[in-house]
């Protein structure tokens, strides 16, 4: 059964400082990785797709990295803004191509002070 | 046009009675995913729809919840003898197709069971 795990749970940064949020998963059988935003009370907004055959994507001040073979993928966020503050989750859909549900981490929870 | 669509935003009711919860995907999306978030936790898979048919309701926790999609649109959730274990925010993601890779979601439902 797939697991995904987020580090940290939360993090509180001063504003214009660069970032970079964790995620693992256990089964490295995916067939993508997306990353998505959570504003509280809200549903969740896609930023960023990586297919397992590439290594990153960027959009912005976002840079998404995935290493499949270690089950690892990082959310870089540069030059931090209040706006940023959100909770972020990352999730994986499996390989197979029966397979189409996400498995999710449980998020992290990003606050930056101005 | 419009994103995915959920209604209602917010649900209260007793222990025991029976809610229904809709999902408007996006027009042209052929596939349907349903999610539950409870506090503090990432989304969990419910059920999926690959046009009318359930591709995928695995998720779905006991013979309480239910959910159908009678023209390959619109989608119902359906729980019956609501327990105050079901509170949670109800998720509807949509994509073009299950092998289209981003799923879109809606802003959710709240439930909560008294």
């Known amino acids: 059964k797939q697991e995904v795990t987020q580090i940290p749970a939360a993090l509180s940064v001063p504003e214009g400082e660069n970032l970079v949020l964790n995620c693992s998963f256990t089964?490295?059988?995916?067939?993508?990785l997306q990353w998505f935003r959570q504003d509280p009370g809200k549903g969740l907004t896609s930023l960023l797709l990586?297919?397992?055959?590439?290594r990153e994507q960027t959009s912005g001040r976002l840079n998404a990295s995935l290493d499949k073979s270690s089950g690892r993928s990082t959310l870089y966020i540069a030059a931090s803004q209040p706006g940023d503050s959100a909770t972020y989750l990352c999730a994986v859909r499996p390989a197979e191509t029966s397979g189409s549900r996400l498995t999710f981490g449980e998020g992290t929870q990003l606050t930056v002070n101005p | 046009g419009a994103g995915v669509s959920q209604t209602p935003s917010n649900k209260v009711t007793e222990k025991g009675k029976y809610v229904e919860l809709r999902c408007d995907p996006i027009?042209?999306?052929?596939?349907l995913y349903w999610y539950r978030q409870s506090l503090g936790q990432g989304p969990e898979f419910l059920i999926y729809?690959?046009?009318?048919?359930?591709?995928?309701d695995s998720g779905l926790p006991n013979d309480r919840f239910f959910a159908v999609r009678p023209e390959g649109s619109v989608s119902t959730l359906k729980i019956q003898r609501t327990e105050r274990g079901d509170s949670a925010v109800y998720l509807c993601?949509?994509?073009?197709?299950?092998?289209?890779?981003?799923?879109?979601f809606g802003p959710g439902t709240r439930l909560t069971v008294l």
């Open positions: 993601a949509s994509s073009l197709s299950i092998e289209f890779r981003e799923q879109f």
């Open positions: 990586i297919q397992s055959s590439q």
């Open positions: 027009s042209g999306h052929t596939a």
């Open positions: 729809f690959q046009g009318t048919g359930a591709a995928d």
């Open positions: 089964d490295s059988a995916i067939y993508n």
